[in-house]
């Protein structure tokens, strides 16, 4: 497959993920009666990755995320010479996401797009954790998803599962840490959200959700290799 294909590929994954995922958070969550909750939005963010591991797992390996790309290169599945190209398109199909999101967000009266699903901390987290409970909570969430990225994608484990395995996994960071800054574990997610929030603080905090995460991809890719590696 050329690397055009693979990088249009992992452009509309990553579209998918933001559309998808933030998507549940800006239009459904929003409305109480429509019941989601935490519970609906962390299924939400799981769904788009699963369904997209099989759409596209066999033409892009579906990354959809900076710190998976830095993290399989890390663990040796991916070669470094591609990890900026797909960077980039990661970036740009989750900027298109939240600009259709946007515009059907803002599509009434007296709309108002708020925080926009944005990833923050101190008074911007969800639960009002401070900048190092979400430093830590970032870098061991995405740790853990490379972890589980590497373990069901490596050849020695059941085939055709993995898709399921990943996505539950995602389901459950959320799960765990949307109180803290509203779940990033993925800078291309990040980034796309705090271009639309309301007051650019979402913009002034996005280091975090670039540092953390890849930090945390890199560590996970390393810790699966130190207990995967045949002796």
Not at 74 to 96: K, L
Not at 145 to 154: K, W
Not at 194 to 222: K, N
């Amino acid at each position: 497959m050329t690397l055009t294909k693979r990088l249009g590929a992992e452009c509309v994954g990553t579209f998918w993920l933001v559309l998808g995922g933030c998507g549940s958070a800006v239009l459904a969550a929003a409305f109480p009666e429509v019941g989601i909750g935490l519970h609906g939005v962390a299924l939400a963010f799981g769904l788009t990755v699963l369904t997209m591991a099989f759409a596209i797992g066999h033409i892009s390996g579906c990354h959809l995320n900076p710190a998976v790309t830095v993290g399989l290169t890390v663990g040796g599945r991916f070669p470094a010479s591609e990890v900026v190209p797909y960077i980039v398109a990661q970036v740009i199909g989750g900027i298109i996401a939240a600009a259709v999101l946007y515009l059907i967000a803002t599509g009434k009266a007296d709309a108002s797009v708020g925080g926009f699903a944005a990833n923050g901390y101190g008074e911007h987290s969800p639960g009002k954790y401070g900048l190092t409970a979400a430093l830590v909570c970032e870098v061991v969430m995405t740790a853990m998803f490379l972890f589980v990225i590497m373990g069901a994608t490596d050849a020695r484990a059941p085939a055709g599962f993995a898709p399921i395995a990943i996505g539950l996994c995602l389901t459950l960071i959320h799960l765990i840490s949307i109180p803290v800054t509203n779940t990033s574990v993925n800078p291309a997610r990040s980034t796309s959200q705090a271009l639309f929030a309301d007051g650019g603080w979402a913009l002034g905090q996005l280091w975090l959700f670039w540092v953390a995460p890849i930090i945390g991809g890199a560590i996970g890719a390393l810790l699966y290799k130190a207990v995967a590696s045949e002796d």
